[in-house]
């Protein structure tokens, strides 16, 4: 099994422009996270998919971020336009459905993002 | 206040000697706990989960103590690669079955020889 895959696994690039970070969760997997993680704030959750659709997307910083799921294999989480305070590390992770509400999640080897 | 607090360390630790901390929490309404360990500039991976009576893995105990809301990590017998910073995980009962979802900043502990 591959994993949680994420792309790009390194981003640099300078404010203002629109950035994109790609996940592919783990197949068979309904449950899909993203989440940032910072030196300050430690790893905090953006928003969550549960069979492709939004369920909590409270942790969303601000209207200049949303994330799609348009199927099962496939989400995005787009900065537009990005700042500096946005540099992170961005992991996507992956649940399967359960007996148990709360399975392991499984994260991707997360994208470095840098906003210069 | 942080809804999930953790002591940051490091935890200096000898190898083979016994490491133990905690994490407080304070939404009482939480009902899963967990801890992931996180290598240096990898990904965070399930270590274990909480359960009420408490749980041993090999060398790893956790504990649970919903009266204090916090729960506690112990690592027996610590090896070298036991290096690492652990984050606790706390969910909060919502309408939706994944709930309210928090991590800790994470502790990190250091082995050394």
């Known amino acids: 099994d591959a994993g949680v895959i994420q792309s790009p696994r390194h981003e640099v690039t300078e404010m203002g422009q629109e950035v994109t970070l790609r996940c592919k969760p783990i197949s068979g997997h309904d449950y899909l996270f993203w989440y940032r993680q910072t030196m300050m704030r430690g790893l905090e959750l953006l928003i969550y998919?549960?069979?492709?659709?939004?369920?909590?997307d409270s942790g969303m910083p601000e209207d200049r971020f949303s994330a799609k799921m348009p199927n099962a294999s496939f989400s995005t989480l787009k900065i537009q336009p990005s700042e500096p305070r946005d540099s992170a590390v961005y992991f996507c992770?992956?649940?399967?459905?359960?007996?148990?509400?709360?399975?392991?999640?499984?994260f991707g080897p997360g994208t470095r993002l840098t906003v210069l | 206040r942080k809804e999930v607090e953790q002591d940051p360390g490091p935890f200096n630790v000898p190898e083979g000697a016994t490491v133990a901390f905690n994490c407080t929490y304070s939404?009482?309404?939480?009902?899963?706990f967990f801890w992931y360990r996180q290598d240096c500039r990898k990904e965070p991976k399930l270590l274990m989960s909480?359960?009420?009576s408490g749980n041993e893995d090999g060398r790893f105990t956790a504990q649970l103590n919903r009266a204090s809301q916090y729960i506690s990590l112990l690592i027996r017998d610590s090896k070298l690669s036991d290096s690492a910073t652990y984050l606790c995980?706390?969910?909060?009962?919502?309408?939706?079955?994944?709930?309210?979802?928090?991590f800790g900043a994470g502790t990190q502990v250091v082995v050394t020889p």
């Open positions: 939404n009482s309404a939480s009902q899963s």
């Open positions: 998919f549960n069979n492709n659709v939004p369920i909590d």
């Open positions: 909480v359960y009420s």
């Open positions: 992770a992956s649940s399967e459905p359960g007996q148990s509400s709360y399975n392991e999640q499984f």
């Open positions: 995980v706390v969910i909060a009962m919502t309408t939706d079955s994944w709930g309210k979802l928090q």
